[in-house]
């Protein structure tokens, strides 16, 4: 039932899409169903070739689904042609109209759909203000930076003021201050306007900053939905943790009501009904340095001052690496070579299946 | 200091270089300008040839004729017909191959990197092949007991032969067949060089296809247009061997009708005047063209 839900702007049901046929038949997309929530900042986030643009494709009408169908805020949008869908995009690389000026190319939308010149123009302006290129407006694109050409490129696909905002990893060619800059300028728009953000990219950080849900993808497949703070304290399995973040992964064997890891050492983690072999996902925050003798017995492999922390590898007695993350000056100074005891905050910590 | 000397000696010295086009340039397309500009102004020979003596006569009859009886001057309808039947044959080749010139440059572009060299080929073809021998394949196919006209019959579609031969039609077919090569390639240029994800973006900006094809497609592959039309419409102007061969002695265009004053006609005055006249006429359209075509898009 679900159609009868308001608040749903895209819904998606059993979305697959086949590439070829035969034996060179290329599944892009498995059996994806996803529901994005009007209002939401959704990313999609996964490796290249996951199957993250596809689906942002399907949504934006460029391609059509082999399998399943794809609802609009109720209406079923699955075959309708991109062009009478109330969805943007903000492409990757920009594709902006070289032959037409900032203003003409964010009015470009309006225009086609028959709007008034003059309410064109007011428009313009006001997404032009906006994203602050107010005094960019007869500049031809080649005349405008990357950033500035990425501004446009948001603006031309705000303009319509359509129902649902794709963006098709729009920061990838920014360099990094950037993007920073534009990761808080893009989700600044999307409260300001209230229209649903669907944004796809590969970067978790990206993701995890700026997203009200993460909907993790890969090979194809949606592995996990949730909020930042789900799918990176909770992961599913070892591919989101290892995704999100990253993540130390033990495996060992449930003990009773705690897991014995390859040291020989118990650790007392939450273990929900998991028996027999597990993985355990554990933050590199959630290890902690200690004098020689507490914890668990390790050796530093290699340290990496990063300012405020220090990344320390670490190898145990079974051989097994793990790493941690320690705030600089309460770890004094340790170097590789140092026999040194962790502690793994075990409360903390992720039980996947083996 | 002493560099921007240099420099500023080397580009004094600099146009040394360009000796060779500039005698090119004067010698072999000025010169001989100059003499069909000085001829069209001299009094005619008895035969052929000119008379060294100032003469308006020959731009006189370009437009006008004199009544051999009474003297009287009017206005030289034939002339005028074939000045308007030159520049609309022109326009109408130029338009035909611009609408067959799209889509095959456009099929070209698009397809596999390894296969376009080969369609590219198959372009140029026709211009390996003598223009005569070309025009003459032309009349095998539209002539009353031709390719076309049999098959028409035969299939039952006509019962008489369609008369093609000798009229506009042929020579517009054979002009558009002619010329498409020279559309054909610089608008492939172009196309290959479009950025097909615009395509993209004006579907997912509410345009539909026809408005993807007049605001987004045409407006970036102008300069190919301009170029496609200027390499078609200009030879399509002066043409000769194509009116002459498909549209016969009546159907004359303004090369046609120049030839004739340089030879049955012996009015060279007369011969040089047309042959200024085509010149100002794809001068006077070449700037027209291009003063409409950069005007700004409706965008604006």
Avoid at chain 1, 333 to 345: F, N, P
Wanted: a neutral charge; charged letters at 15%.
């Amino acid at each position: 039932m679900h159609g009868l839900n308001n608040n749903i702007a895209v819904d998606a049901r059993n979305i697959g899409k086949i590439y070829g046929t035969g034996n060179e038949a290329v599944i892009a997309l498995g059996d994806v169903s996803i529901s994005i929530e009007k209002g939401e900042f959704f990313t999609l986030l996964g490796p290249s070739g996951c199957g993250k643009t596809t689906l942002l494709r399907c949504i934006a009408g460029f391609e059509t689904p082999t399998s399943g169908s794809i609802h609009l805020s109720g209406t079923d949008i699955t075959y309708t042609p991109p062009n009478e869908r109330p969805v943007n995009t903000v492409f990757q690389s920009y594709a902006l109209f070289p032959h037409l000026t900032v203003a003409q190319n964010v009015g470009f939308g309006l225009k086609m759909l028959g709007k008034p010149a003059a309410d064109i123009a007011k428009s313009v302006a006001r997404v032009l203000a906006l994203v602050k290129l107010e005094d960019f407006a007869d500049r031809l694109p080649a005349q405008l930076s990357g950033g500035q050409q990425q501004r446009v490129a948001l603006a031309r696909a705000l303009a319509p003021e359509p129902e649902v905002l794709l963006l098709d990893e729009p920061l990838s060619a920014l360099d990094l201050k950037l993007r920073k800059e534009m990761q808080s300028e893009l989700k600044r728009l999307q409260t300001e306007t209230g229209i649903t953000f669907i944004f796809v990219t590969h970067d978790q950080e990206e993701a995890l900053t700026m997203s009200n849900r993460i909907g993790v993808m890969s090979q194809g497949a949606l592995l996990q939905v949730g909020t930042p703070h789900e799918i990176y304290e909770h992961p599913v399995n070892r591919f989101v943790a290892d995704f999100i973040g990253e993540t130390n992964f033990l495996d060992g064997q449930v003990d009773n009501a705690q897991v014995r890891i390859g040291t020989g050492d118990l650790l007392d983690v939450p273990l929900g009904d998991h028996k027999g072999l597990v993985t355990l996902a554990i933050r590199p925050e959630q290890v902690s340095v200690e004098p020689q003798g507490t914890g668990i017995a390790a050796t530093i492999t290699e340290t990496t001052y990063m300012g405020t922390d220090t990344h320390y590898k670490l190898s145990l007695s079974d051989g097994s690496l793990i790493v941690a993350r320690v705030q600089s000056n309460s770890a004094g100074a340790r170097s590789a070579g140092d026999v040194v005891g962790i502690r793994i905050d075990a409360a903390a910590v992720q039980v996947l299946k083996s | 200091m002493s560099q921007r000397r240099r420099q500023r000696t080397k580009g004094a010295n600099g146009w040394l270089l360009s000796t060779p086009a500039l005698i090119l340039l004067v010698f072999a397309a000025s010169g001989p300008l100059l003499i069909v500009a000085i001829y069209s102004v001299l009094e005619k020979g008895d035969y052929s040839g000119v008379r060294w003596i100032l003469s308006g006569d020959g731009w006189f009859r370009v437009l006008f004729e004199r009544d051999i009886f009474d003297q009287t001057v009017s206005l030289a309808d034939a002339n005028l017909s074939i000045f308007w039947r030159s520049v609309k044959l022109s326009v109408a080749t130029t338009l035909i191959t611009f609408a067959l010139g799209l889509p095959t440059a456009w099929f070209i572009a698009t397809r596999p990197a390894k296969v376009r060299a080969f369609w590219l080929f198959l372009i140029t073809i026709p211009f390996w092949t003598n223009l005569l021998i070309r025009t003459f394949a032309i009349m095998e196919v539209v002539r009353n007991e031709g390719i076309l006209n049999t098959a028409l019959m035969n299939i039952g579609l006509i019962s008489e032969p369609i008369q093609i031969m000798y009229t506009d039609t042929a020579v517009l077919i054979g002009m558009a067949y002619v010329y498409l090569p020279l559309m054909v390639l610089p608008l492939y240029a172009a196309i290959d060089r479009f950025d097909f994800r615009l395509i993209e973006a004006g579907y997912d900006l509410y345009a539909s296809r026809w408005q993807v094809l007049r605001s987004v497609i045409l407006p970036i592959i102008k300069p190919g247009i301009i170029a496609g039309s200027i390499l078609v419409f200009i030879p399509s102007l002066g043409a000769y061997v194509t009116p002459r061969l498909l549209g016969g002695g009546k159907n004359m265009m303004i090369g046609n009708f120049i030839e004739l004053q340089f030879g049955q006609g012996q009015n060279w005055p007369l011969g040089a005047a047309l042959s200024t006249v085509l010149l100002l006429i794809v001068l006077v359209s070449l700037v027209v063209y291009t003063r409409v075509s950069s005007r700004d898009n409706p965008h604006g």
